[in-house]
């Protein structure tokens, strides 16, 4: 089964080392809004991307604490439209969505949430593939809606033993040895199990890999996490 290579990008800084990030990926996931003010690198990462051949997605960010299902709603139009607009204008469209961060989060806590971004993804983007956690709530409704999936694993993170990412705050979360990043990745190709913090064992099925870029050795694992895939 093939597994694709997926990475998030953001308005706020180009990450360092973009473009060869860029040559390791088959998706980019790009966050903009209206009030972005890096429109033009966006635009540049947009159109590398495309000469790539990497497929670019809309990734749909959220700061703040708690999230309504309208509010979702209203996020998911906003900055999904945003990317569509920027994509629109070289001809392009969103090839994917995925809720980041915080918004993946409470999507997987809440059912309203995860019917909101469902019912969004019908209606508005009808056969565009979402971009799940595997074994998340969102990730089961989804499924059961029938909307297409590609379901991500993250690499260079510790998962918990309910299936969940381990918060970033918390000690041993981060994984920046990119060579016991690429022998979890290729384990779990070989097994179908991934390792979670207790020492148990999960099994995944999962059609994407995320690295994300900013965090250490970035760069250094998605080409460890490249060689494996």
């Known amino acids: 089964m093939e597994v694709l290579l997926n990475a998030d990008f953001f308005p706020e800084s180009a990450p360092e080392g973009a473009s060869e990030l860029l040559d390791l990926v088959d998706l980019a996931n790009v ?10 690198a966006l635009r540049s990462l947009a159109k590398d991307a495309s000469l790539r051949g990497v497929r670019i997605g809309a990734l749909v960010r959220y700061f703040g604490g708690e999230v309504s ?21 070289s001809g392009g469209a969103v090839q994917h969505v995925k809720l980041h961060g915080l918004l993946a989060d409470l999507s997987d806590e809440h059912s309203d949430l995860a019917e909101a971004c469902v019912d969004w993804m019908e209606s508005e983007l009808e056969g565009t593939p979402l971009v799940v956690r595997t074994g998340g709530l969102l990730h089961a409704v989804a499924e059961a809606r029938g909307v297409p999936l590609l379901r991500e694993i993250t690499a260079g993170r510790s998962y918990v033993d309910e299936a969940r990412l381990m918060p970033p705050d918390q000690a041993k979360a981060l994984i920046e040895d990119a060579g016991a990043v690429a022998r979890t990745i290729a384990e779990w190709k070989q097994s179908g199990h991934w ?35």
Do not use: F, H, Q, Y
């Open 31 to 40: 966050a903009c809004s209206p009030r972005s003010r890096n429109a033009l």
């Open 195 to 229: 390792p979670t913090a207790s020492g148990k064992k999960w099994l995944v099925e999962a059609e994407t890999v995320c690295v994300t870029p900013g965090m250490p050795r970035d760069l250094e694992i998605a080409r460890a996490v490249r060689s494996v895939l």
């Open 69 to 89: 299902a309208r509010e979702l709603t209203s996020l998911m139009e906003e900055e999904i439209g945003s990317v569509r607009r920027l994509l629109g204008e």
